[in-house]
């Protein structure tokens, strides 16, 4: 059974920064998801395999940058210039196809989640 632990996170000011990581998984696409108290879960950035297509929520664009190490096995998420509206628990996930998604329903796995929290 396939587990991903995301790693990472935790509370920094405004316009900082943090990178999030995850094992990821070779021949899947993998995406990033979070979700604030009250809110849906929502889709913040995704890339295929092997990382040549990668795509962004309109909020995260920009500020956000999703990559992966194919040799480590490892997807990360780069945040800069945060806000307070990106306080969310971050998930990662693997999708099930190579392509990337923007859709929750198309990932199969998924993290516990890492808390982000950024102060004004």
């Known amino acids: 059974q396939v587990h991903l632990a995301e790693s990472g996170g935790g509370l920094v000011q405004a316009g900082g920064s943090l990178r999030l990581s995850c094992a990821a998984s070779s021949h899947y696409a993998m995406g990033w998801f979070r979700q604030a108290p009250g809110n849906e879960r929502e889709f913040v950035a995704s890339?295929?395999?092997?990382?040549?297509?990668?795509y962004y929520a309109a909020s995260v664009k920009g500020r956000f940058t999703i990559s992966r190490d194919n040799v480590k096995n490892t997807v990360y998420l780069q945040m800069d210039s945060l806000k307070p509206e990106d306080t969310a628990v971050y998930y990662c996930?693997?999708?099930?196809?190579?392509?990337?998604?923007?859709?929750?329903?198309?990932?199969?796995?998924w993290g516990q989640g890492t808390q982000v929290t950024v102060a004004s």
């Open positions: 996930a693997r999708s099930g196809v190579q392509s990337g998604s923007t859709l929750a329903h198309e990932y199969s796995v």
């Open positions: 890339i295929s395999w092997p990382g040549v297509r990668t």
